[in-house]
């Protein structure tokens, strides 16, 4: 299992890949997000995938464009056996960096 644990794009960036313009967040929204995904990363590998998966899935809840959050949602609920929600949770990942990944993604 790999959890990602990168940078995010910058908001310029996200907006070229999306092809709109990206709501802007708060900062204390971004903070919130961040801290609920560094969570996420320090429980999955203790075994930990239910409280990961909520981490993450309160992240995505705060950034809807946290890709990173979205990504490490899927491995979550792949962990846990839920591969349709997984699927669904890897689409936005996807769509948010279509050209790819530094966290090891071919």
């Known amino acids: 299992m790999m959890v990602c644990n990168a940078e995010e794009n910058s908001a310029p960036h996200r907006r070229s ?16 997000a961040r801290q609920h995904n560094q969570r ?6 203790q075994g930990n995938h239910r409280e990961a998966r909520m981490e993450f899935r309160l992240a995505v ?7 990173e959050a979205q ?5 979550e609920l792949e962990q846990l056996d839920e591969f349709e929600a997984a699927i669904e949770a890897f689409r936005p990942a996807l769509s948010l960096r279509p050209c790819g990944w530094r966290w090891g993604w071919p």
């Open 61 to 67: 809840r705060l950034r809807p464009d946290y890709a």
């Open 40 to 45: 996420g990363i320090a429980l999955a590998p």
């Open 17 to 32: 890949v999306l092809q709109q313009p990206v709501a802007p967040v708060s900062c204390d929204a971004r903070d919130q």
């Open 71 to 75: 990504y490490n949602l899927g491995i």
